[in-house]
């Protein structure tokens, strides 16, 4: 986390955290894992120990370079086989990529820049030249449900630029953008608590985009979002859109115009686009909307390719019809299996309207968010457990749950 995000967003996370009733023991070190036949307690530096059942460990990334060792290969002091720009070894005849290799004194630890790296040699062993020079670590978590996502440079400071921050406790959320100097571009930034704008506020940034007047209209949505000159449409054809898969906006919108892949699942088998980490979906599903406008197309506000209805729409016939089961739902107005998307929205209709245990639905438990519901359509459904502060179809908070009721 010192890595994505500052200061003031560590303590808006860990207050989140807090709230749903854990337990954070900060700035401790381990010395010892204590139990006879199984773990009883973790014994600190701090002479304190901590009663538990079980113990998982994020260890992180440790280059694997034992083979390097032995073939006599330079490496790092902490681990990693040393590499240049056009990820040679030593050894000039030997290339290293991913995880095991050591850039520049860094070790990537995700996809996407294993790509590039493979991209890399593989242009240098056909003939070509392309340097491999460093990787944008933006990147969007999801925390336990909590949204964390950095871009950019989150941790600019003046005077190189001048910082906008937004911050309600209430509701755990805390933005903060780095702006030039001279108000024009953005620099990076951080979220938490609500990142719907990653996406957007990225490609500003990779894209050196013009910032609209007030560039604090980037994260005060009420007052008109990212602004036009931050729109999905006003990004330039090479803006890269899917990183997992070097999908460019141009890509995506040829697609949808000559192949007419006019589904985020269409996509996805005509582009690749959406089919690695996944985060790139809505900014997907926005250029395709945007395209299909563009082109005179009929655009339909539909929840998946498997319901070609609204949420508002199924939530109407839902009602309308006394439908209780996922299954029945599917039968009368679906096709195929469903998926992780029209699973918990019908889940969420079905606890707004009837006020049932969802969990007797295997078929709709895909998902292991404390609420089953999500975010669809730019709305946050019901949660269907018994829970104090509970929030209506629409989004808003509700009175806390007292019993049987009906919204």
Not at 327 to 344: F, N, R
């Amino acid at each position: 986390m010192p890595r994505q995000i500052d200061s003031a967003g560590s303590h808006t996370l860990e207050s989140s955290l807090r709230r749903l009733g854990l337990q954070l023991h900060l700035n401790k070190s381990t010395l010892a894992i204590e139990g006879k036949n199984h773990i009883e307690s973790l014994q600190f530096a701090d002479d304190t120990r901590l009663a538990v059942d079980m113990l998982v460990i994020s260890a992180g990334i440790r280059p694997r370079d034992e083979l390097a060792r032995l073939a006599g290969l330079r490496v790092g002091t902490r681990g990693g086989i040393i590499v240049n720009e056009k990820l040679q070894t030593s050894d000039k005849r030997i290339y290293a990529i991913g995880e095991c290799a050591l850039i520049s004194g860094m070790v990537y630890g995700l996809v996407a820049p294993g790509y590039d790296m493979a991209d890399a040699v593989v242009t240098n062993l056909t003939g070509g030249n392309k340097s491999f020079t460093g990787f944008d670590m933006s990147t969007k978590l999801k925390l336990i449900g909590q949204d964390v996502a950095s871009f950019g440079d989150p941790f600019a400071s003046e005077p190189d630029c001048r910082s906008i921050v937004f911050e309600d406790r209430h509701k755990g959320v805390y933005k903060r953008i780095n702006v030039s100097a001279d108000g024009k571009y953005l620099l990076g930034g951080v979220l938490v608590g609500d990142a719907s704008a990653y996406n957007i506020l990225l490609q500003t940034v990779n894209n050196r985009l013009v910032l609209p007047p007030d560039p604090e209209d980037l994260i005060l949505g009420s007052r008109g979002g990212a602004g036009e000159s931050a729109g999905v449409t006003s990004l330039p054809d090479e803006a890269l859109i899917c990183s997992c898969e070097s999908v460019t906006k141009a890509a995506i919108c040829t697609a949808v115009t000559e192949q007419d892949a006019t589904t985020i699942d269409a996509m996805k088998k005509c582009t690749k686009a959406g089919t690695g980490c996944g985060g790139c979906v809505p900014l997907v599903k926005d250029l395709i909307t945007a395209t299909m406008k563009a082109n005179g197309q009929y655009v339909r506000n539909t929840v998946c390719e498997h319901f070609d209805h609204s949420r508002q729409e199924l939530f109407d016939l839902v009602r309308l019809h006394s439908v209780r089961t996922y299954g029945e739902a599917l039968s009368k107005w679906g096709k195929g299996d469903g998926c992780e998307v029209c699973k918990p929205v019908l889940a969420s209709i079905f606890a707004s309207l009837w006020n049932e245990t969802i969990v007797k639905q295997a078929t709709i438990q895909d998902s292991n968010d404390r609420y089953t519901g999500q975010y669809t359509e730019g709305r946050e459904l019901l949660c269907s457990s018994p829970h104090p502060g509970r929030r209506d179809h629409a989004g808003k908070a509700d009175r806390p749950w007292k019993g049987r009721e009906e919204i």
